[in-house]
């Protein structure tokens, strides 16, 4: 069996945030899936997307789906919920390419660590993507209330 390295999820709390949380824990290959994702967005057409938690290359169990929308221009970023489990983050280009910079940062660094990508406004303010920090059963166990957040 293959162990899951990358994973998102909804968190009710993480840390010191007010809000829920989407947490992504990811190794190398898929940070710079990631990166690279909202890279592509700057040149995009408004409306062009990437989906996180589709389980190619970060899961979700099917809980938790990010489709990552480039915004049209001046358009607040902000995620809102969708159907059931399925988020949209509406992106404009200059953050998209700040979160790309901070996953570069994330994906050069030799230690652990975490990058806070933070939305303008709405009820799900910050996405914090890991490298190595949290296994994929704590973050199941963080969204599903049996663990300590963060």
């Not at 989906?51 to 190619?56: A, E, F, L, P, R």
């Not at 990010?66 to 049209?72: H, P």
């Not at 799900?124 to 190595?132: E, F, G, L, N």
Request: proline share 7%.
């Amino acid at each position: 069996m293959k162990m899951e390295t990358n994973f998102i999820a909804l968190v009710p709390s993480f840390k010191f945030e007010r809000h829920p949380t989407f947490v992504l824990t990811c190794d190398p290959v898929s940070l710079r899936w990631l990166r690279d994702s909202f890279l592509q967005l700057l040149d995009a057409e408004p409306g062009i997307s990437f989906v996180i938690g589709d389980g190619t290359p970060i899961a979700s169990d099917d809980r938790c789906r990010l489709t990552v929308v480039k915004s049209r221009n001046r358009q607040a970023s902000e995620i809102l919920p969708s159907v059931q489990s399925a988020f949209i983050w509406h992106i404009g280009p200059t953050d998209a390419a700040t979160c790309a910079a901070k996953l570069l940062s994330l994906l050069t660094s030799n230690i652990p660590g975490h990058q806070y990508l933070e939305v303008e406004r709405g009820n799900y303010p910050t996405v914090v993507v890991t490298k190595h920090e949290y296994p994929v059963d704590t973050i199941r166990a963080m969204r599903d209330g049996r663990a300590p957040s963060g």
